[in-house]
């Protein structure tokens, strides 16, 4: 977890990632945000983060095979990441690119803490 200095000053926003078997999906907050925003997921391992800085911007989940998925949404298998968007400016926009394998990326606005997107 955080230092405890360095969490009173974020916002968490709880934001599990959900993949269906055979995708990898590389989700990644916009250069604009990354000063403020972070991915705090937990397969995302390493020293105890002392800023918001350590924690990564982009995230690659890649899924199980069907017969490994533990979860599932409507009858369908799926890989569960519990994680979280760390964010120093709340309530917030945030802009993030996804993409799902190769296809081309998608770009979306989030709103996070509240926040709304036009």
Do not use: N
């Amino acid at each position: 977890m955080l230092a405890a200095s360095v969490l009173v000053s974020l916002a968490r926003w709880k934001s599990p990632a959900l993949v269906r078997p055979g995708h990898t999906v590389t989700v990644s907050i916009d250069r604009p945000a990354r000063s403020h925003a972070r991915l705090a997921y937990l397969h995302v391992r390493g020293r105890e983060p002392a800023d918001l800085g350590a924690f990564p911007h982009t995230v690659r989940f890649k899924s199980c095979g069907k017969r490994r998925a533990q979860s599932d949404v409507g009858g369908h298998p799926v890989t569960f990441w519990p994680g979280f968007v760390l964010i120093r400016k709340a309530p917030a926009c945030l802009p993030l690119t996804i993409r799902v394998g190769r296809r081309r990326p998608r770009h979306r606005a989030v709103p996070v803490g509240g926040g709304e997107c036009a």
